[in-house]
């Protein structure tokens, strides 16, 4: 079992930034792929951006590139992603995920597919 926890969502003006925090606890070892997901109302769950945490190879949706970086720290218990110049259409839930690299197809790296723990969501809004 994996256990995650976000934190950090928020209200930001657009071209502000945040970062938010997921808390890694339980058999981590066992989950070597992890993600952010993003939901709005109405709209289906996306994928963000999703790291392998061994070899730190790293994907982001083409909405988000060169705005949003993931990351994790040393010792795997926190995964981050880091918010630039948000936009109001970035307003959406945000959920971290955690899945298995063996599993993962290069050509869709942000498939819900790949993913079977969830934490329980941090709320992002960007309005002026």
């Known amino acids: 079992q994996v256990q995650l926890m976000e934190s950090g969502g928020g209200s930001v003006q657009p071209g502000g930034s945040l970062r938010l925090s997921c808390a890694v606890s339980?058999?981590?070892?066992?989950?070597?792929?992890m993600g952010w997901f993003r939901q709005a109302p109405g709209e289906e769950r996306e994928g963000v951006a999703a790291i392998y945490t061994i070899g730190r190879n790293t994907f982001y949706a083409d909405s988000v590139k060169g705005r949003f970086t993931i990351s994790q720290d040393a010792s795997r218990d926190t995964l981050y992603l880091q918010m630039n110049s948000l936009k109001p259409e970035d307003t959406a839930m945000y959920y971290c995920?955690?899945?298995?690299?063996?599993?993962?197809?290069?050509?869709?790296?942000?498939?819900?597919?790949?993913?079977?723990?969830w934490g329980q969501g941090t709320q992002v809004t960007v309005s002026s």
């Open positions: 995920a955690a899945g298995t690299w063996a599993l993962v197809g290069l050509d869709t790296p942000l498939a819900r597919r790949y993913f079977d723990y």
């Open positions: 339980g058999y981590k070892t066992s989950r070597n792929y």
